[in-house]
């Protein structure tokens, strides 16, 4: 009898080569799970590369004069009676959302916080090194499988889950279409971001989740158009086949933060119908995305950031026409983030940003949002005092907005397309410089999510300054600051020789050691002719 000889190594897939290693990782990298995401790279990364292509084209109207609108070629899906699939019982209340990055201390702390839902960040506030993607793929999986717990480097605290019924509902945000994964090669192309973190994800935890229905949920963000959406559709229909999951088990939430996608919001339902439970306000791309779309256009330039909040009319349509869309539909529309948080040690200086997070969830309960977005843990209180004071159900989906309803496509355009009024002051200017170098410096040392000044810094917050500097800097006719200095290089090079005096607190910065190179990063990104898509695109270039 001859024996059967086993390989001892199990083997990568032919043509996946993974570039970086990281201790432990063949759990996660299996040949299998190889195998699931080159599957997926083969089948669907031709279609993200059509869809990534089409944004350029599109983009490349705006950039000539066109403006966004309403889609002729779908205006009867827009009118006629359809609604999305039931809600699941877990997505049914999500009063108050969680969002954060997935380092295991976080993920505990989200899980554990009190928050109807916990949205698990590989996206806006994750660096994505491989170390950060791993280390955060293996936390949110010991999360499904309930035996997470992280130890304090010092000792001092042993962090473990609450029972499983008190935890936050999860829902995992993968990487946007735009970015790549380098470290996965797959026939000698890295693969799409997105399809390994979601592909990743599902394919350890997905049956697990459909076993105590709980989804898999997910985020979906910065997608511009409908196609998109049914380039997602097609992607989680074939991964429910081959897991052999429930046709329309796996739940998503769409991110509506570019401008292109506020017009096609029923379209992206539509795409989505069998899973989609809601929309969600993406504000801090969506302004970036504003900024982007009309980079040249002299005449929608947006004043400096703390100007820019929602009560600006073009932000306070997109809500409005988002809420009305998602409610006619059978979904739930999402607010967004505040970005303060607590700020320790001056109390008045506390109260006033927790007054400024009260009245913005103030103005999304009342506008109809069935739940909102926390950045922070001491923000839920807050934040679910107001939601159960004025949302006397699970949601509030029959809140319907008619007065929305009764606009015509035309006024609907030019609200949300209408030119902000304000100013550019010498301080909005400096602030956009410090937060693009101190945030680049943390991203660039891994990472994506830092307070500066008791704001929350994000990737798409940090966007919105890196867009305004280029946008500004390259305005015709040129541009001026509220007392007459115009916007040109001089501005800049003061504003970048002032910032050692605002880092005399240099050490203790998150990142610190790559300050100068932050600083390389964004003459280089602000001096070019052209406006680089996303900040992450060349400084992904840089990490690892
Ligand atoms: C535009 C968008 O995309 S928004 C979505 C993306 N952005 C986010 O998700 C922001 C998430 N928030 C954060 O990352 C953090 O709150 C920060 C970086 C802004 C501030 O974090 P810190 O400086 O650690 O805050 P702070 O020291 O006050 O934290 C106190 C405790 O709360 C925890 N905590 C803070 N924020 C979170 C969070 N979002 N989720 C879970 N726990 C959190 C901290 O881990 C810390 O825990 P510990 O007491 O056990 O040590
Ligand atoms: O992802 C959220 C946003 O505001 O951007
Ligand atoms: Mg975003």
Redesign the pocket.
């Known amino acids: 009898m001859s024996a059967v000889l086993q390989d001892p190594q199990p083997k990568t897939p032919a043509g996946v080569v993974v570039t970086r290693t990281l201790a432990g990782q063949e759990q996660l990298l299996s040949p299998a799970a190889l195998a699931f995401l080159a599957d997926l790279h083969r089948r669907f990364d031709p279609i993200r590369q059509q869809r990534l292509q089409a944004r350029i084209e599109r983009q490349a109207d705006f950039d000539a004069g066109a403006l966004p609108g309403f889609r002729a070629d779908t205006a009867d899906l827009r009118n006629q009676q359809w609604r999305v699939a039931e809600l699941p019982t877990a997505l049914l209340d999500r009063r108050v959302e969680?969002?954060?990055?997935t380092d295991p201390?976080?993920v505990i702390?989200?899980l554990n916080?009190g928050a109807s839902c916990y949205m698990a960040?590989f996206?806006?506030?994750t660096a994505p090194t491989w170390d950060n993607l791993l280390t955060g793929q293996r936390a949110l999986g010991k999360a499904v499988a309930g035996t997470l717990d992280w130890m304090a480097p010092d000792g001092s605290?042993h962090?473990v889950l609450k029972p499983f019924e008190q935890q936050a509902v999860l829902i995992v945000r993968p990487r946007g279409w735009h970015l790549d994964e380098k470290h996965v090669l797959v026939d000698g192309a890295p693969m799409s971001a997105s399809l390994f973190d979601l592909g990743l994800f599902a394919f350890h935890n997905a049956r697990a989740l459909a076993a105590k229905d709980r989804g898999p949920y997910f985020y979906l963000p910065k997608m511009q158009a409908m196609e998109e959406a049914a380039l997602w559709e097609a992607v989680l229909t074939h991964i429910e086949a081959t897991l052999g999951i429930t046709d329309g088990q796996m739940k998503v939430t769409v991110l509506i933060e570019t401008l292109p996608a506020v017009f096609e919001m029923d379209e992206i339902l539509h795409a989505l119908r069998k899973r989609i439970a809601g929309l969600n306000c993406?504000r801090?791309?969506y302004i970036f995305s504003y900024l982007k779309t009309f980079r040249r256009h002299r005449d929608r330039v947006l004043p400096e950031r703390a100007q820019v909040t929602m009560t600006q009319p073009f932000l306070k349509t997109y809500s409005e026409l988002l809420i009305h869309t998602c409610h006619r539909r059978g979904a739930h529309a999402m607010g967004g983030?505040a970005a303060q948080?607590?700020i320790?040690g001056d109390e008045a200086a506390n109260a006033k940003a927790m007054e400024r997070v009260r009245a913005d969830k103030l103005r999304e309960v009342r506008a109809g949002h069935d739940g909102t977005?926390v950045?922070?843990?001491?923000l839920i209180p807050m934040a679910r005092e107001i939601f159960d004071t004025w949302m006397l159900g699970a949601h509030q989906q029959s809140v319907l907005r008619n007065d929305v309803h009764a606009k015509t496509d035309a006024e609907l355009t030019e609200a949300l397309l209408k030119p902000s009024l304000g100013t550019i002051t010498r301080a909005g200017f400096e602030n956009n410089v410090e937060v693009c170098v101190r945030y680049l410096a943390a991203w660039l040392d891994g990472n994506g999510?830092?307070?500066i000044h008791w704001l929350?810094e994000?990737a798409?917050?940090a966007e919105i300054s890196r867009t305004q500097l280029w946008q500004w800097l390259h305005a015709e006719p040129p541009l001026h600051l509220d007392d007459g200095t115009p916007v040109d290089g001089v501005l800049m090079e003061r504003a970048l020789i002032g910032l050692p005096g605002k880092f005399a607190d240099r050490m203790q910065l998150p990142g610190a050691a790559r300050i100068p190179e932050a600083i390389e990063m964004l003459v280089a990104l602000t001096e070019k002719d052209t406006l680089e898509d996303f900040l992450t695109l060349p400084a992904y270039a840089r990490i690892d």
């Open positions: 969680i969002t954060g990055p201390k976080m702390n989200a916080s960040d996206e806006d506030s605290k962090y993406g801090w791309d983030m948080i607590p320790s977005w950045a922070h843990p001491a999510c830092v307070p929350m994000d798409a917050t």
